[in-house]
């Protein structure tokens, strides 16, 4: 009996060993695995040598430059800089920018609101220096102001900054146009770069807090004389430039070198601007057009998909919650169509926002029927291919949830309700802010 009891636990001494020894074996393997990835990262950290703010002063109400930008500089980076580009402007004035404004901060965070009042001569360029000691939540080796008609190549004005001193620095181009000598005036205010030395230095002094009012691009040459800053200068010329003959000496044509193009006011000179650098790769391309374009958007649902307006706001969650306890084939969901009628099968959907399963999408790029009925009131035209298909029996006309915007449409339009799923003809930015507003959507973030 003792020898089987020496046994047992012999064995079980065994067990417990080759179960620590394969535990081990594993610990070591994953962390043999994961191991490469460990410098890769150090590598990168170590790379970053200097950090930079890049802040673009515009308007409150220039929605569309704003989000255009937003696809500019979210393609950019570099890897020896960290840089955040912001959007700056002033106090807001209308209740539709609170609700908008707050929608973009909850997304992007990447706007800056200074206690000013929108003005171009009067102050904005001190109070956005001034203030961002006090506002921001860390420092940066350099500050830059940039306008919203400047098109920036990140990666070569980071180069452009490696070799230059991370203080008492005032970089840009140097005004006027011929000129090469960086202490002759002041830098453009296309886009113009200070250490964080002197970005304190505006919100400290007396000099520029009594020198707010001008030419503001100016003003800030004037204040660095009269306190005998920026020690460091440098023009980064040829590189920043007007776009070409928009400012007779200050443009030139475009250049491989090129760290900045100033004066893009329309969407000929932008584009000509992002092919000539190659900015876009193909499947880059197709993405921002669909964002700035009026596109349909197409949204996927588990197997469903839906093709809806750009004038319509669409709550996700109780869509999805209407659509849970749905078939998932041969499924034809909407808004139909007479606005009075409550019959899925009368009509057709509403193009505000309807949604197909995916076997009738697969049988639409397949079937004759709607090939040869492909012209016409396009939505209309969805029903008549269904109908003709014999398709889409199972349908949904998911009112009073969907509907026009109160008062945009007659017997479509009701007023805004909690359960709403959709709501159309949002064709100004006050009716987005009301909706949002109802909705709850920004939470008072402003």
């Known amino acids: ?104 901060i909850l997304r992007f965070n990447d706007i800056i609101i200074l206690n000013c009042t929108e003005n171009m001569n009067n102050g904005k360029t001190y109070t956005y220096f001034s203030s961002l000691p006090s506002i921001l939540p860390r420092k940066y080796n350099y500050v830059m102001k940039a306008d919203d008609d400047v098109f920036i190549r990140l990666e070569p004005l980071a180069l452009s900054l490696k070799p230059l001193p991370r203080v008492d620095l005032y970089y840009g181009f140097v005004i006027p146009c011929a000129s090469m000598n960086p202490f002759v005036e002041y830098m453009s205010g296309m886009g113009f770069l200070l250490s964080w030395d002197l970005v304190e230095w505006i919100g400290e002094s007396d000099i520029p807090r009594k020198e707010m009012f001008g030419p503001e691009d100016k003003m800030v040459g004037k204040w660095l004389k009269m306190g005998r800053k920026a020690k460091n200068r440098f023009s980064n010329k040829p590189a920043m430039y007007d776009y070409p003959g928009t400012n007779g000496k200050c443009s030139h044509e475009l250049i491989p070198e ?59 969650e109780p869509l999805a919650l209407s659509l849970k306890p749905l078939p998932r084939v041969d499924l034809y969901y909407g808004f139909v169509i007479p606005c009075a009628s409550m019959n899925p099968f009368v009509e057709y959907m509403s193009g505000m926002g309807f949604l197909l399963s ?82 709850n959507v920004t939470k008072q973030v402003l």
Request: positive net charge; hydrophobic residues 45%; contains cysteine.
């Open 358 to 439: 995916w076997d009738l999408v697969e049988w639409i790029g397949e079937s004759d029927i709607p090939r040869k009925e492909m012209f016409g009131p396009e939505d209309k035209m969805v029903g008549k291919w269904l109908k003709m298909g014999r398709k889409a029996k199972n349908r949904f006309s998911n009112k009073p949830a969907m509907y026009d915007y109160p008062g945009t449409n007659g017997k479509c339009s009701h007023e805004l309700i909690p359960e709403t799923v959709a709501v159309h003809r949002l064709k100004r930015w006050d009716h987005w802010s009301h909706v949002l507003e109802f909705f």
């Open 258 to 316: 090129t760290v900045a193009v100033h004066r893009l006011k329309r969407w000929d000179h932008w584009s000509h601007v992002l092919e000539f650098f190659n900015v876009l790769l193909p499947q880059q391309e197709v993405v921002i057009r669909s964002q700035i374009g009026n596109l349909n958007l197409v949204l996927k649902l588990v197997n469903l998909a839906q093709a809806a307006d750009d004038d319509v706001f669409i709550r996700l």
């Open 1 to 104: 009996m003792h020898t089987m009891h020496m046994k047992r636990i012999l064995l079980v001494t065994l067990l417990s060993l080759a179960i620590s020894l394969l535990l081990f074996i594993i610990f070591f393997n994953v962390q043999v695995i994961r191991s490469p990835s460990i410098p890769s990262s150090k590598t990168t950290i170590l790379q970053t040598q200097f950090s930079l703010l890049i802040g673009i002063l515009t308007r409150a109400d220039n929605y569309d430059r704003r989000h255009f930008l937003r696809l500019i500089y979210g393609i950019q980076s570099s890897p020896i800089a960290k840089i955040d580009v912001k959007f700056i402007f002033c106090n807001l004035t209308k209740p539709e920018q609170r609700i908008l404004i707050s929608l973009e």
